[in-house]
C-alpha cells in the first residue's frame, strides 16, 4: 500500500523518509528473518514491524478522524492507563536510530545520551510518523537531558512535563501521586474527557492485561531450552509501546501460549545447555537489537532483560480501588516502583537482578548502557558488586547507536567463551 500521502499530510520530509525506509527491511531481514524455530506466533510481530510507518500510522490517522487524541510518550514514568481513560491513543516514541542522532546534534551537545538525540532528531527531521501524528507529547524529569531537552521539543509541540522525584520516600510517592493528578488534568483538557472511576478502571484492567501476558512470556523464558530467543522477546516488548493494546494483548497471549507449549515439549531455539545472559541497563528502542543479535550469534542466548524494554516494563500491577481518588493514588504506587537508576538509593533494582539471575538461571550478565547514561553507568559499580558476591560473571558494555559492532562481538565472543570454560 502506498503511504506517501498519508506521509505528506503530516508534513514529513518524504525524501529523507525514504533513505530511513529503505534501510529498516533489509536490518530487520538480515537479523530477525534469519533465525530459525522461531514461533509461528512471531509473524503477527513481524507484520508490525513491515508496516512500522505504514498501516499502524494509519491506524492512528483514523483514531484522530475520529475525535480521539494521540498522545507521545518517552519513558515507562507516564501512567498509559489515563490516556486509555480519556480515550486517547498512546504512543511510545523515544528514537533507536543512528539515522537521528545528527538531527538531534544540531540543537544539543554530542555528548549526549543517543537515545535524547535520536529523538529530538526525529523531530527536527520531520522522518517520524509517530511524532508527526501526536497532538501532545508527555515528558519526564527522569534524567538531566531529558528533562533540558523537553524545553527544546517543548518549543514546537504542546507538552507536559511530569516531574519526578528523586527518591521513594512516602512524600515522594505522595508527591508523584499529584503529578498524576496534574496529568489526569492536561489529559481532560486535551481531550475533552473527564476521567472517572469506570474508564480508569478499563484502562487499568487493560494494561493489567498487558503486564500479566508479557509475565508469561519472560516466564517461559525461564526454561532451558529456551523457546524464544532474546531478539524476538525484545521486539515483543519493543512494539508493545506503541500497538494498539487490545490486539497486542490478544497476540501476545497467542505466543504465550504458543511459548507454554514449547516449554512442555521442551522445544527450544537453542540447544538446552547454551549459555543463558541476563541484559540489564539503559532501555533498548527500536530498531536497537544490536547487542542481543551479537550475543545470539555468538553462541549464547538472552534469556531476559531488567531492563524498561523488559521487565521494568510489566513488573508490578496496580491495586484494584474503587474510588477514583484511591485509583490515582495506586496508579502513582505502581509507577513508583519502576526501578530507574534515576533514583537514589536504588536497592530494589540491584534486589530485581540477583532475584533474576535466580530464577531465569542466568550464566552471566551483561550490563548495557547506552554512552552518556550517566545513571546506569554509575550504578554499575554496585551491580557489579552485588553480582561477584554472588558469584556471577558480569561484563559492562557502553555503546551508542553507531555501528561499533567489530569491538562488541569480541569482548562478547570473549565473555561467552569465558562462560563456556
Ligand atoms: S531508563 Fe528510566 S528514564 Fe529511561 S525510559 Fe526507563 S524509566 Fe524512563
Ligand atoms: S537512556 Fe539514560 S540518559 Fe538516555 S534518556 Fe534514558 S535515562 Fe536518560
Same mark, same amino acid.
Given at each position: 500500500?502506498?503511504?506517501?500521502?498519508?506521509?505528506?499530510?503530516?508534513?514529513?520530509?518524504?525524501?529523507?523518509?525514504?533513505?530511513?525506509?529503505?534501510?529498516?527491511?533489509?536490518?530487520?531481514?538480515?537479523?530477525?528473518?534469519?533465525?530459525?524455530?522461531?514461533?509461528?506466533?512471531?509473524?503477527?510481530?513481524?507484520?508490525?514491524?513491515?508496516?512500522?510507518?505504514?498501516?499502524?500510522?494509519?491506524?492512528?490517522?483514523?483514531?484522530?478522524?475520529?475525535?480521539?487524541?494521540?498522545?507521545?510518550?518517552?519513558?515507562?514514568?507516564?501512567?498509559?492507563?489515563?490516556?486509555?481513560?480519556?480515550?486517547?491513543?498512546?504512543?511510545?516514541?523515544?528514537?533507536?536510530?543512528?539515522?537521528?542522532?545528527?538531527?538531534?546534534?544540531?540543537?544539543?551537545?554530542?555528548?549526549?545520551?543517543?537515545?535524547?538525540?535520536?529523538?529530538?532528531?526525529?523531530?527536527?527531521?520531520?522522518?517520524?510518523?509517530?511524532?508527526?501524528?501526536?497532538?501532545?507529547?508527555?515528558?519526564?524529569?527522569?534524567?538531566?537531558?531529558?528533562?533540558?531537552?523537553?524545553?527544546?521539543?517543548?518549543?514546537?509541540?504542546?507538552?507536559?512535563?511530569?516531574?519526578?522525584?528523586?527518591?521513594?520516600?512516602?512524600?515522594?510517592?505522595?508527591?508523584?501521586?499529584?503529578?498524576?493528578?496534574?496529568?489526569?488534568?492536561?489529559?481532560?483538557?486535551?481531550?475533552?474527557? *473527564? /476521567?472517572?472511576?469506570?474508564?480508569?478502571?478499563? %484502562?487499568? +484492567? =487493560?494494561?493489567? @492485561?498487558?503486564?500479566?501476558?508479557?509475565? #508469561?512470556?519472560?516466564?517461559?523464558?525461564?526454561?532451558?531450552?529456551?523457546?524464544?530467543?532474546?531478539?524476538?522477546?525484545?521486539?515483543?516488548?519493543?512494539?508493545?509501546?506503541?500497538?494498539?493494546?487490545?490486539?497486542?494483548?490478544?497476540?501476545?497471549?497467542?505466543?504465550?501460549?504458543?511459548?507454554?507449549?514449547?516449554?512442555?515439549?521442551?522445544?527450544?531455539?537453542?540447544?538446552?545447555?547454551?549459555?543463558?545472559?541476563?541484559?540489564?541497563?539503559?532501555?533498548?528502542?527500536?530498531?536497537?537489537? *544490536? /547487542?542481543?543479535?551479537?550475543?545470539?550469534?555468538? %553462541?549464547? +542466548? =538472552?534469556?531476559? @532483560?531488567?531492563?524498561?524494554?523488559?521487565? #521494568?516494563?510489566?513488573?508490578?500491577?496496580?491495586?484494584?480501588?474503587?474510588?477514583?481518588?484511591?485509583?490515582?493514588?495506586?496508579?502513582?504506587?505502581?509507577?513508583?516502583?519502576?526501578?530507574?537508576?534515576?533514583?537514589?538509593?536504588?536497592?530494589?533494582?540491584?534486589?530485581?537482578?540477583?532475584?533474576?539471575?535466580?530464577?531465569?538461571?542466568?550464566?552471566?550478565?551483561?550490563?548495557?548502557?547506552?554512552?552518556?547514561?550517566?545513571?546506569?553507568?554509575?550504578?554499575?559499580?554496585?551491580?557489579?558488586?552485588?553480582?561477584?558476591?554472588?558469584?556471577?560473571?558480569?561484563?559492562?558494555?557502553?555503546?551508542?547507536?553507531?555501528?561499533?559492532?567489530?569491538?562488541?562481538?569480541?569482548?562478547?565472543?570473549?565473555?561467552?567463551?569465558?562462560?563456556?570454560?
Amino acid at each position: 500500500m502506498d503511504y506517501r500521502s498519508l506521509w505528506a499530510s503530516l508534513n514529513m520530509d518524504l525524501e529523507k523518509h525514504d533513505v530511513l525506509c529503505a534501510v529498516l527491511p533489509s536490518l530487520y531481514g538480515d537479523i530477525y528473518l534469519t533465525q530459525e524455530g522461531r514461533p509461528q506466533s512471531m509473524d503477527y510481530f513481524d507484520f508490525v514491524i513491515s508496516e512500522v510507518h505504514g498501516l499502524r500510522i494509519q491506524e492512528l490517522a483514523d483514531a484522530r478522524r475520529e475525535g480521539r487524541k494521540i498522545f507521545g510518550l518517552f519513558c515507562l514514568y507516564v501512567p498509559v492507563e489515563l490516556i486509555l481513560a480519556v480515550e486517547g491513543v498512546a504512543v511510545g516514541i523515544c528514537a533507536g536510530a543512528q539515522f537521528w542522532v545528527p538531527d538531534g546534534e544540531k540543537v544539543l551537545p554530542g555528548n549526549l545520551c543517543p537515545l535524547i538525540k535520536a529523538s529530538l532528531g526525529a523531530w527536527l527531521s520531520a522522518t517520524c510518523p509517530y511524532m508527526q501524528m501526536c497532538d501532545f507529547l508527555i515528558g519526564e524529569t527522569t534524567c538531566d537531558g531529558k528533562k533540558k531537552a523537553w524545553e527544546i521539543l517543548g518549543q514546537h509541540v504542546p507538552m507536559h512535563v511530569m516531574a519526578l522525584p528523586p527518591m521513594r520516600r512516602e512524600c515522594d510517592v505522595a508527591s508523584f501521586g499529584r503529578e498524576v493528578r496534574l496529568l489526569r488534568d492536561e489529559l481532560e483538557k486535551v481531550s475533552g474527557h *473527564k /476521567v472517572t472511576a469506570e474508564n480508569l478502571q478499563k %484502562g487499568v +484492567a =487493560v494494561m493489567q @492485561e498487558q503486564r500479566a501476558v508479557l509475565e #508469561r512470556i519472560y516466564r517461559a523464558r525461564q526454561a532451558d531450552p529456551v523457546p524464544i530467543s532474546g531478539k524476538d522477546a525484545l521486539l515483543v516488548s519493543q512494539i508493545a509501546f506503541y500497538d494498539d493494546p487490545v490486539r497486542f494483548n490478544e497476540k501476545a497471549a497467542r505466543l504465550a501460549g504458543e511459548l507454554e507449549k514449547r516449554v512442555a515439549e521442551k522445544q527450544g531455539v537453542f540447544p538446552a545447555g547454551t549459555p543463558r545472559i541476563m541484559i540489564t541497563g539503559s532501555p533498548m528502542v527500536i530498531p536497537n537489537w *544490536k /547487542v542481543h543479535h551479537l550475543i545470539e550469534t555468538s %553462541g549464547a +542466548a =538472552v534469556v531476559c @532483560e531488567e531492563a524498561c524494554t523488559g521487565t #521494568r516494563y510489566f513488573e508490578n500491577q496496580v491495586e484494584a480501588r474503587e474510588d477514583l481518588d484511591e485509583q490515582l493514588d495506586a496508579l502513582a504506587q505502581r509507577y513508583m516502583q519502576i526501578n530507574c537508576a534515576c533514583f537514589t538509593p536504588n536497592e530494589r533494582r540491584i534486589d530485581d537482578i540477583l532475584r533474576m539471575v535466580r530464577d531465569w538461571r542466568v550464566d552471566g550478565v551483561v550490563y548495557y548502557s547506552l554512552q552518556f547514561c550517566h545513571g546506569y553507568a554509575v550504578e554499575y559499580h554496585l551491580v557489579e558488586q552485588a553480582l561477584k558476591k554472588a558469584g556471577i560473571p558480569v561484563l559492562r558494555v557502553e555503546t551508542d547507536y553507531s555501528d561499533d559492532t567489530g569491538q562488541l562481538k569480541i569482548r562478547l565472543e570473549a565473555f561467552i567463551e569465558m562462560l563456556k570454560s
